[in-house]
T-cell receptor, first 117, second 113 residues
Framework: KQEVTQIPAALSVPEGENLVLNCSFT??????LQWFRQDPGKGLTSLLL?????REQTSGRLNASLDKSSGRSTLYIAASQPGDSATYLC????????????????FGQGTILTVHP | DVKVTQSSRYLVKRTGEKVFLECVQD?????MFWYRQDPGLGLRLIYF???????EKGDIPEGYSVSREKKERFSLILESASTNQTSMYLC????????????FGEGSWLTVV
């Protein structure tokens, strides 16, 4: 059974700092990994999706890497801002069993990020 | 722009009531999902549907059922609401292709009293 762990559970940094959020998963048979942002009381917003064949994806100040063999992904946030404060979740899409077209997502518990001015 | 709409943001229902949570997506996605999110437990999959009239149980289907009569709409039904179903419910959709991003709605906060 796939398990996803995110470390740290919470992180507080001053504005302007570069930071790294970690995600690890136990079963390397994945199709892709996705990072999300969730603001309090809201749904999840997709940030980056990395296919299993890719090593990294970038969007603006965000860079996500994937090392499938070691079961790890990192989300790097450059020059953090107070508006980055949110919960960040990673989710892996497991490889389909039996060739079906869907793939179950397994989520981590999230990292609560606070960026203070 | 991608849009997953959950019709009710906040609901308060009584124990034993039948509750319908509606979700509509405008992206012609084949796959749709219902999750619940609880503190300390994270997101847990209740049901998913990989196409019209198709459904599969997720990790915690007990006490829930679903309906997918049209491609754009996926309904979650609580047959007889109980207090342990108080939670945030999140609907999501995704295109069939394995590489595609999953998109979430804003969530529905359900309180059962």
């Amino acid at each position: 059974k796939q398990e996803v762990t995110q470390i740290p559970a919470a992180l507080s940094v001053p504005e302007g700092e570069n930071l790294v959020l970690n995600c690890s998963f136990t079963d390397s048979a994945i199709y892709n990994l996705q990072w999300f942002r969730q603001d309090p009381g809201k749904g999840l917003t997709s940030l980056l999706l990395i296919q299993s064949s890719q090593r990294e994806q970038t969007s603006g100040r965000l860079n996500a890497s994937l090392d499938k063999s070691s079961g790890r992904s990192t989300l790097y946030i450059a020059a953090s801002q107070p508006g980055d404060s949110a919960t960040y979740l990673c989710a892996v899409r497991n490889a389909d069993a039996g060739g079906t077209s869907y793939g179950k997502l397994t989520f981590g518990q999230g990292t609560i990020l606070t960026v203070h001015p | 722009d991608v849009k997953v709409t959950q019709s009710s943001r906040y609901l308060v229902k009584r124990t034993g009531e039948k509750v319908f949570l509606e979700c509509v997506q405008d992206m012609d996605h084949e796959n749709m999902f219902w999750y619940r999110q609880d503190p300390g437990l994270g997101l847990r999959l209740i049901y998913f549907s990989y196409d019209v009239k198709m459904k599969e149980k997720g990790d915690i289907p007990e006490g829930y059922s679903v309906s997918r009569e049209k491609k754009e709409r996926f309904s979650l039904i609580l047959e007889s609401a109980s207090t342990n179903q108080t939670s945030m419910y999140l609907c999501a959709s995704r295109a069939r292709s394995s590489g595609n991003t999953i998109y979430f709605g804003e969530g529905s906060w359900l309180t059962v009293v």
